[in-house]
């Protein structure tokens, strides 16, 4: 868990993506129990139900899944569909504003391809 939240977004929504994080790099992995509300709450001096809003969502996005009595787990396919949850917001929030720019640079995707790979080859340095 991060030691601090951020003011700017809702906290429910901060603990969601710090447990979507920890299973995108495998901090948390399949079958492995993720902290409890009250955990969380703890942690944070947050009201429980904040913290259980964030997880429930996860719970019905089918990234986690409740064991009664036991605690809250991480679903076998969580890692695959965030994954894909995260590459196709990456596709709309960067992707087409980037395409949109290069159009009105008149920079042909060819271009555009070579620019990235400059960039990818400039790093390996």
């Known amino acids: 868990m991060k030691n601090k939240l951020n003011e700017n977004k809702p906290i ?6 710090q447990l979507e994080d920890s299973i995108i790099n495998d ?3 399949p079958g492995e129990r993720v902290p ?5 709450a703890a942690f944070y001096q947050i009201n429980p139900a904040t913290a259980a809003k964030g997880i429930n969502e996860l719970v019905t996005e089918e990234i986690l899944y409740k064991r009664r009595g036991v605690g809250m ?3 076998d396919k969580a890692k695959d569909v965030l994954v894909s949850k995260r590459k196709e917001s990456f596709y709309e929030n960067f992707i087409k504003p980037l ?11 060819n271009e555009l391809v070579e620019m990235v790979m400059r ?3 400039g790093n390996e340095d």
């Open 99 to 109: 395409k949109v720019e290069a159009s009105n640079l008149s920079i042909r995707p």
């Open 73 to 75: 787990f991480v679903t």
């Open 12 to 17: 429910y929504l901060q603990i969601k993506e």
């Open 119 to 121: 960039e990818e080859q």
């Open 36 to 40: 409890s509300t009250n955990e969380f």
């Open 27 to 29: 901090s948390l992995k």
